[in-house]
């Protein structure tokens, strides 16, 4: 099946610091990726879809300076939480989507548990 | 924008008892896709439907795809510890995805 690996897993960082998550497809090539954010015991908030080659695009109320968002390959898309702050502590979970009969299935990465102090 | 009702929002049953949840939505969907989510992890695909009235079978899993696209059922029978964590529908159109608020399940042994 179609592997999405996600790290890092877990990360504590001092307010102010940038952190980068990365997202990667393992087995399929993801012509898009997306990134949410999850608080405890809610559903999945879409933050933004990557698409290789091109500029991400944000859901309102999502600040693109402050979540970047970089998709330079079919396999890889980042997000780096710039300058964090407490609030920006949440779990942070990326999917992909494929190409073919994977299209119109969402596979996921394992989470980031972002903790910022 | 679509949004996707999903009940009940939580279970607590018994090990051995059969589950259904389900979701509903005002909106039409292509495909719907069922999720489970253990603590601390990125959600799994179950199940994904892809047909008006489809019934298709995962194990102890069961989801079926509404005959009017707006709404999913997912059974899981003779449920075992395992099987807690969180369930989430998502139905999906035009290559976006709509994600239920998810079922919460707990299963005593």
């Known amino acids: 099946g179609a592997v999405v690996s996600q790290h890092p897993s877990r990360v504590i960082c001092k307010s102010g610091t940038s952190v980068k998550i990365e997202c990667r497809s393992l087995?399929?090539?993801?012509?898009?990726m997306f990134w949410y954010r999850q608080f405890p015991k809610q559903s999945l908030m879409l933050m933004a879809t990557?698409?290789?080659?091109?500029?991400?695009?944000?859901e309102q109320g999502v600040e693109k300076d402050k979540f970047l968002i970089n998709h330079a390959s079919l396999t890889l898309s980042t997000l780096t939480v710039t300058s964090a702050h407490p609030e920006d502590s949440s779990f942070y979970i990326c999917?992909?989507?494929?190409?073919?009969?994977?299209?119109?299935?969402?596979?996921f990465g394992s989470g980031t548990q972002l903790s910022v102090l | 924008g679509q949004q996707l009702n999903q009940s009940p929002q939580s279970m607590f049953i018994q090990e051995g008892e059969d589950v259904s949840m389900n979701c509903t939505s005002s909106s039409i969907f292509n495909t719907w896709l069922w999720y489970k989510q253990d603590p601390g992890e990125g959600p799994v695909l179950l199940i994904a439907l892809y047909k008006a009235g489809e019934l298709t079978s995962n194990g102890r899993l069961t989801a079926q795809f509404g005959i009017t696209r707006k709404d999913s059922f997912l059974n899981i029978s003779a449920s075992i510890p395992s099987d807690v964590g969180i369930y989430f529908c998502?139905?999906?159109?035009?290559?976006?995805?709509?994600f239920g608020d998810g079922t919460t399940l707990t299963v005593k042994p």
């Open positions: 998502a139905g999906h159109n035009a290559g976006k995805s709509t």
């Open positions: 087995d399929f090539q993801a012509t898009t």
């Open positions: 999917s992909a989507r494929g190409d073919g009969e994977l299209n119109e299935k969402l596979f």
């Open positions: 990557s698409n290789e080659g091109s500029k991400a695009t944000y």
